[in-house]
């Protein structure tokens, strides 16, 4: 199988340049865009002297700015990971949240539909479901986001799903629950829990919990969601639709404090304080969506995902 050419907006981030990583270790060509507002250079060191990938410096929310580079680039796919990640900052910032959440997205249809680009993936969250009492979260539970950012994604979405009904472009959104692993960065207070509490445990500074730890997570491991992300950009049969990106287990604070509390003995014990208001309590998914249409779905088991995190 020839190698496909994937565009990837926000490739040096997180996700992305995990993603990126996956793609090109599969022999895939791949373009990675980000205008490294959070994202950094440094998460691309291992593959920038790679012949199969470049990168470019680039705001995709800018009018057209995809769309010259898919008219050059030529991609059999586009990745869209690039995105406002900070929930608060959606909500202090809302027009902010508009441009690179919405805005950004219609950008990345437009140059599909004006360049014959046939299949785009969009980094979508769990964030759409909101507070919702049945669990686990199947992807046809309601959708009752409780943040600008939630809205966002739902918003998005929907526009891929019309793109998808009117112009045939396969458009796959993959609903992320929690993601965690190597090049998360701790340092941000919008960071996940994960890292966040990992970053502590090694330099030996307590964590806070707030309430009393029973809260509970579905925490998916990043070299699943960028395989799944590769998986959908290179499959070979036709894909598209909503998809859950997630485990089905369910982890709670004082689960991950356990695994924690066994690799650093003796840190400080955690400092508790009252649950905040607004905090979801739980969230799980279900994965068998994604099963059946990947045939894959993320597994690694959490003990060894964050043991792969605390040893980078
Ligand atoms: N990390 C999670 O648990 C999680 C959960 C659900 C959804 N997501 C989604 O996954 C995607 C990736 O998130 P992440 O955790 O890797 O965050 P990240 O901040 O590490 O990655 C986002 C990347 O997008 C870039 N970017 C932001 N605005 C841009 C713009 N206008 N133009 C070009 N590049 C821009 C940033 O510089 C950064 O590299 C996002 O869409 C996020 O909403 C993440």
Redesign the pocket.
């Given at each position: 199988m020839a190698g496909k050419r994937v565009l990837v907006?926000?490739?040096?981030?997180?996700?992305?340049s995990h993603t990126v990583d996956r793609l090109v270790a599969d022999g895939h060509h791949v373009l990675g865009?980000?205008?490294?507002?959070?994202?950094?250079q440094e998460?691309l060191s291992g593959i920038l002297e790679e012949s199969r990938f470049n990168f470019e410096k680039?705001?995709?929310?800018a009018p057209g700015a995809v769309a010259s580079i898919v008219e050059r680039y030529h991609p059999d796919t586009i990745i869209?990971?690039?995105?406002?990640?900070s929930v608060p900052r959606g909500e202090t910032e809302p027009g902010l949240n508009y441009?690179?959440?919405v805005q950004?997205t219609h950008e990345v249809c437009e140059a599909a539909r004006r360049h014959q680009v046939p299949r785009i993936v969009f980094?979508?969250?769990?964030?759409v479901y909101g507070e919702c009492a049945e669990l686990p979260l199947a992807e046809s539970a309601p959708t009752i986001p409780v943040s600008q950012?939630g809205y966002a994604?739902r918003i998005s979405e929907q526009l891929l799903e019309g793109y998808r009904a009117s112009y045939g472009i396969e458009t796959v959104c993959f609903?992320?629950?929690?993601?965690?692993g190597p090049r998360?960065?701790p340092a941000s207070p919008y960071s996940?829990v994960v890292s966040i509490f990992s970053d502590r445990f090694r330099v030996g500074q307590p964590v806070t919990i707030y309430g009393d730890g029973t809260q509970s997570r579905d925490f998916v491991y990043v070299g699943d969601v960028a395989m799944a992300n590769a998986l959908a950009a290179t499959s070979e049969t036709p894909i598209y639709g909503t998809f859950n990106c997630c485990t089905g287990e369910s982890t709670s604070l004082l689960d991950l404090i356990a695994v924690l509390d066994r690799r650093f003995p003796g840190a400080p014990k955690p400092e508790h304080h009252p649950e905040r208001a607004g905090d979801i309590k739980h969230s799980l998914g279900d994965p068998t969506a994604i099963q059946s249409a990947l045939k894959f779905a993320p597994a690694t088991p959490f003990a060894e995902g964050l043991g792969t995190l605390l040893a980078d």
């Open positions: 907006t926000g490739a040096a981030g997180f996700i992305g865009v980000d205008d490294l507002s959070t994202g950094t998460n680039q705001d995709v929310s869209h990971l690039a995105a406002l990640v441009r690179l959440n950004a980094a979508s969250s769990a964030a950012y994604k609903r992320y629950f929690n993601v965690y998360q960065d996940g």
